[in-house]
């Protein structure tokens, strides 16, 4: 079956514009989670949603970062006002519920800020 | 708060040499433990995942992990690697009570050599 998708696969934008990040779960997955993956920070947990309930936002390293995610299924992560260090890859995974259940990885949006 | 240390940012070994990459772990509450492998240019796969019974756990690849909790430790092992094998290799804690966000070590480069 299908897996976790992200578009765009590479984005590159000049700093001060906004961003959309997009991630189509695997359907049925009802724990949606992105990750960022940075040279400097490694892999680092952003926002975790589950099913109909307030996302978790405790990851997001500024205001300047948010997610929706619609219908429960596809969600977005949005970065305005990028800056250099936000250049890193995005990272989309889903999973059944939450604890304990294997996480499924997108291949990820490489994003640049210039 | 949680925290996991890979010892080794970069292994190098030859193909058919047996082969451990170390992971031990912080935190003061029960934990979900897993090894994720990154090949060049791909998203993140699950190897192998510790959740209760049996500490040593077999994965994909001919890869296993032992969960030593007085050592808090949790070091994957292949007997004899193959080149193929060249990848990043993370390991992850989730807390047994949290919503399953993942918690990276730094991740271990392993380079199988001819």
């Known amino acids: 079956g299908a897996g976790v998708s992200q578009s765009p696969s590479n984005k590159v934008t000049e700093k001060g514009k906004d961003v959309e990040l997009r991630c189509d779960p695997i359907?049925?997955?009802?724990?949606l989670y992105w990750y960022r993956q940075s040279l400097g920070q490694g892999l680092e947990f952003l926002i975790y949603?589950?099913?109909?309930?307030?996302?978790?936002k405790s990851g997001l390293p500024s205001d300047r970062f948010s997610a929706e995610r619609t219908g429960g299924s596809v969600s977005t992560l949005t970065i305005q006002r990028t800056q250099q260090e936000d250049s890193a890859v995005y990272l989309c995974?889903?999973?059944?519920?939450?604890?304990?259940?294997?996480?499924?990885f997108g291949p990820g949006t490489r994003l640049l800020v210039l | 708060a949680q925290s996991v240390t890979q010892l080794d940012s970069q292994v190098p070994v030859f193909e058919e040499a047996p082969v451990e990459l170390r992971c031990n772990y912080s935190?003061?509450?029960?934990?979900?433990l897993f090894w994720y492998v990154q090949y060049p240019n791909q998203g993140l796969q699950l190897l192998l995942k510790?959740?209760?019974?049996?500490?040593l756990v077999k994965g994909i690849n001919g890869f296993e992990a032992e969960f030593n909790k007085s050592q808090t430790s949790f070091h994957l092992r292949k007997p004899s690697v193959h080149i193929s094998d060249t990848a990043e290799y993370f390991c992850?804690?989730?807390?047994?009570?949290?919503?399953?966000?993942?918690?990276f070590g730094k991740g271990t480069k392993l380079s199988v050599k001819p």
């Open positions: 995974a889903s999973s059944l519920t939450n604890m304990g259940k294997t996480q499924y």
């Open positions: 359907s049925g997955h009802t724990a």
């Open positions: 949603f589950q099913g109909n309930s307030a996302p978790d």
């Open positions: 935190s003061s509450v029960s934990v979900y």
């Open positions: 510790y959740l209760s019974g049996s500490t």
């Open positions: 992850a804690v989730s807390d047994q009570g949290s919503q399953g966000n993942l918690i």
